[in-house]
């Protein structure tokens, strides 16, 4: 096992308490807290009685395999097609015309909605498709797309035939679509003409066409329509436009009748070497998982809106966008722009326009739009939204606070979700009706989910102490293997504890009430003087100061003390920064997390190098504060400030 510290510091400031709404108490649809003592000591029987709720074409022999670990196997010998699960069983239940998909493209005057009927049409039409280019079970489907309807129609389309597929988010670069490409053996690649971007026309064609020259095994190239270009330079051997390849297809296609632990798809995660992870997903527990903490964790009513602001590149947009809305038979909404195109307000009139009932989205897009301020929210009618979730990082008290007064007028839960893309589904969340919540806090793990805090030398801690967050039983959703590297996979998930125990990667706390404090990836944890502190928990102090809109926190090298945090801070609108004004944040730091966590200095700029989804690139930090180049910016929606920094910090 690698050495560790045996802790990590977080502040134990005080937290308020939120109980649930009395309307999510009567209308729960857990009904008893005692769920989570069934779920625990009927763990095989809870899931199995999850798994009844979809159809299967032959009922499993045995639920759970653990015989080998960490290669668990679910729901054995149970088939089972995802596709069908996600579309045909809701219109032989009589929802046929209920609107499964609504689509809003980023120019406002564009949109579609897909009810089950329809889309089962288009599902089946691009699944003949396929196979009319020589796809078949087994052979993976990579996607490289902007956020259009074809994406989750292909999604799909693979899941019926059994066709894997691998969705690469489309701001990457060519380098990096190639490298999965090539690591999956893509036989198809799916890809489009262009995108929009904040209203400009974007060129995809062209990184897909780079990425070709260095993937030998694409035999054909489906290429969307987007833009209407007229310039492409196409290989009529192998490129073929989507709308063509299916327009005389027939709008029936017989689902693939898949084994439970048929690979459902691949999702390519970055690793701490720099080459990216094949996580491998299989069908059966997959669904399992996704159907069931979608239902339970946002409460799902059939009536309800649901919108999930994620791109279907990552796992969220897989999991929920996708698969769990669909295996619910819920509508879900898809979105292709940006929430400040053409106006701050976007992503509210998208609410207001749908009547959103449900709405998921992240921890950067809620420090965004309180940047932004209240105005644009206030704009619009955001009374049917009923239910608030949080995803893809730890939320800071102040943006959940913001979040729950100015979007959910202070009577929609907020369910703050701790996951990743290797487990696939929600595993730590509240349950709206039940769980009392805790700004900034996960809450307790999913029922069943056997979740803890252990040291360095894999003893559990006591309440309020820092370690390292592992699961101790599996889970149907896990990541099978890492594709093509098994080894990998048992060294980076299950060494440090033992082959029994999954390593999350992530540094947290358990407060006396066994709520989870998620502190971020262990690398994100600065080792000072021997302390090893929370860069999220600096900088969650550094945006609890009424000046701070946004901050990213790393390690600045130091001979004394190992590291040294460094912030780099933007300011509220209208506001400067001045040497005065930098004290006092050192100090407010200071303040709520102790003298050890006070900042090093203080950069102010009008923003942060970010990835086209506005993830703050820290690692480009770490970077300049090493006195190293910066490395690839060329996937960032905004490399011009990488320079801007380097100078002033250099």
């Known amino acids: 096992m690698a050495e560790k510290e045996s802790h990590i510091e977080t502040s134990m400031e005080e937290t308020k308490k939120y109980s649930p709404p009395e309307e999510f108490k009567k209308k729960a649809n857990m009904n008893d807290p005692g769920i989570y003592k069934y779920a625990e000591e009927n763990y095989e029987e809870f899931w199995a009685g999850h798994a009844e709720n979809l159809e299967w074409y032959k009922k499993w022999d045995k639920v759970l395999d653990w015989e080998n670990p960490p290669f668990a196997k679910w729901f054995v010998n149970g088939k089972i097609n995802?596709?069908?699960?996600?579309?045909?069983?809701?219109?032989?239940?009589?929802?046929?015309?209920?609107?499964?998909?609504?689509?809003?493209?980023?120019?406002?005057?564009?949109?579609?909605?897909?009810?089950?009927?329809?889309?089962?049409?288009?599902?089946?039409?691009?699944?003949?498709?396929?196979?009319?280019?020589?796809?078949?079970?087994?052979?993976?489907?990579?996607?490289?797309?902007?956020?259009?309807?074809?994406?989750?129609?292909?999604?799909?389309?693979?899941?019926?035939?059994?066709?894997?597929h691998s969705v690469v988010f489309g701001g990457f670069s060519p380098t990096a679509l190639a490298d999965r490409v090539h690591d999956s053996e893509s036989k198809v690649l799916v890809t489009a003409d262009g995108y929009y971007r904040r209203g400009?026309?974007?060129?995809?064609?062209?990184?897909?066409?780079?990425?070709?020259?260095?993937?030998?095994?694409?035999?054909?190239?489906?290429?969307?329509?987007?833009?209407?270009?007229?310039?492409?330079?196409?290989?009529d051997s192998r490129d073929v436009y989507y709308h063509k390849l299916v327009a005389e297809q027939s709008t029936e296609c017989e689902p693939e009748q898949m084994d439970a632990e048929d690979m459902l798809f691949l999702m390519y995660t970055s690793g701490t070497t720099g080459k990216p992870k094949g996580v491998l997903h299989t069908t059966?527990?997959?669904?399992?998982?996704?159907?069931?903490?979608?239902?339970?964790?946002?409460?799902?009513?059939?009536?309800?809106?649901?919108?999930?602001?994620?791109?279907?590149?990552?796992?969220?947009?897989?999991?929920?966008?996708?698969?769990?809305?669909?295996?619910?038979?819920?509508?879900?909404?898809?979105?292709?722009?940006?929430?400040?195109?053409?106006?701050?307000?976007?992503?509210?009139?998208?609410?207001?326009?749908?009547?959103?009932?449900?709405?998921?989205?992240?921890?950067?897009?809620?420090?965004?739009?309180?940047?932004?301020?209240?105005?644009?929210?206030?704009?619009?009618?955001?009374?049917?939204?009923?239910?608030?979730?949080?995803?893809?990082?730890?939320?800071?008290?102040?943006a959940w606070e913001w979040y729950h007064k100015v979007i959910g007028d202070s009577r929609c839960p907020i369910v703050d979700t701790w996951w990743q893309t290797e487990t696939g589904m929600i595993l730590i969340t509240p349950l709206p009706g039940i769980t009392d919540l805790k700004p900034g806090s996960a809450t307790r793990p999913f029922p069943g989910i056997q979740a803890d805090i252990f040291d360095a030398g894999g003893s559990p801690l006591e309440p309020n102490q820092g370690g390292y967050l592992v699961l101790k039983r599996p889970w149907p959703s896990m990541l099978r293997t890492l594709y093509k590297n098994p080894e990998r996979f048992k060294k980076t998930y299950w060494s440090e504890y033992g082959i029994n125990i999954y390593f999350a990667g992530d540094g947290?706390?358990?407060?006396?009430?066994?709520?989870?404090?998620?502190?971020?990836?262990?690398?994100?944890?600065?080792?000072?003087?021997?302390?090893?502190?929370?860069?999220?928990?600096?900088?969650?102090?550094?945006?609890?100061?009424?000046?701070?809109?946004?901050?990213?926190?790393?390690?600045?090298?130091?001979?004394?003390?190992?590291?040294?945090?460094?912030?780099?801070?933007?300011?509220?609108?209208?506001?400067?920064?001045?040497?005065?004004?930098?004290?006092?944040?050192?100090g407010h730091v200071g303040k709520i997390i102790g003298p050890i966590g006070r900042p090093a200095g203080v950069y102010f700029s009008e923003d942060l190098?970010?990835?086209?989804?506005?993830?703050?690139?820290?690692?480009?930090?770490?970077?300049?504060?090493?006195?190293?180049?910066p490395g690839d910016t060329s996937t960032l929606r905004n490399p011009e400030i990488v320079e801007e920094l380097k100078n002033r910090v250099q």
Do not use: Q
């Open 200 to 235: 400009k026309k974007l060129n995809m064609w062209e990184n897909a066409l780079e990425s070709l020259e260095s993937t030998p095994t694409v035999e054909k190239v489906v290429i969307v329509d987007r833009m209407g270009r007229k310039d492409l330079e196409l290989d």
């Open 284 to 398: 059966g527990g997959y669904l399992t998982g996704t159907m069931t903490t979608f239902k339970w964790v946002f409460d799902i009513k059939d009536e309800d809106i649901y919108w999930c602001t994620a791109d279907i590149g990552w796992i969220t947009g897989h999991s929920y966008l996708v698969y769990g809305p669909l295996a619910n038979g819920t509508t879900t909404i898809m979105f292709e722009g940006s929430p400040d195109y053409p106006d701050k307000d976007r992503f509210w009139k998208i609410v207001e326009k749908y009547k959103v009932t449900v709405l998921y989205t992240a921890p950067t897009a809620i420090r965004l739009f309180m940047k932004w301020g209240r105005e644009y929210p206030d704009r619009c009618d955001l009374s049917t939204l009923r239910l608030l979730g949080s995803v893809g990082e730890p939320i800071n008290p102040k």
């Open 609 to 629: 190098p970010k990835t086209r989804s506005g993830k703050i690139m820290r690692r480009i930090l770490k970077r300049l504060e090493a006195g190293e180049e």
């Open 82 to 164: 995802a596709s069908y699960n996600c579309i045909d069983r809701h219109i032989k239940d009589g929802k046929g015309d209920k609107v499964a998909l609504i689509w809003e493209g980023e120019p406002i005057d564009e949109s579609t909605k897909y009810t089950f009927n329809e889309l089962k049409e288009e599902v089946c039409k691009f699944a003949n498709g396929l196979k009319e280019l020589g796809v078949g079970k087994g052979d993976v489907v990579t996607f490289y797309l902007p956020m259009v309807p074809e994406l989750a129609i292909g999604l799909l389309a693979c899941a019926r035939i059994g066709a894997p």
């Open 508 to 586: 947290a706390r358990k407060d006396e009430d066994g709520y989870f404090w998620v502190v971020g990836r262990i690398d994100d944890v600065l080792n000072v003087a021997g302390h090893r502190l929370s860069t999220m928990e600096m900088e969650s102090a550094l945006v609890d100061h009424p000046a701070v809109a946004e901050a990213a926190v790393v390690g600045r090298p130091d001979d004394l003390k190992g590291h040294v945090p460094v912030a780099y801070v933007i300011l509220e609108g209208g506001r400067t920064g001045s040497d005065e004004l930098a004290k006092e944040l050192i």
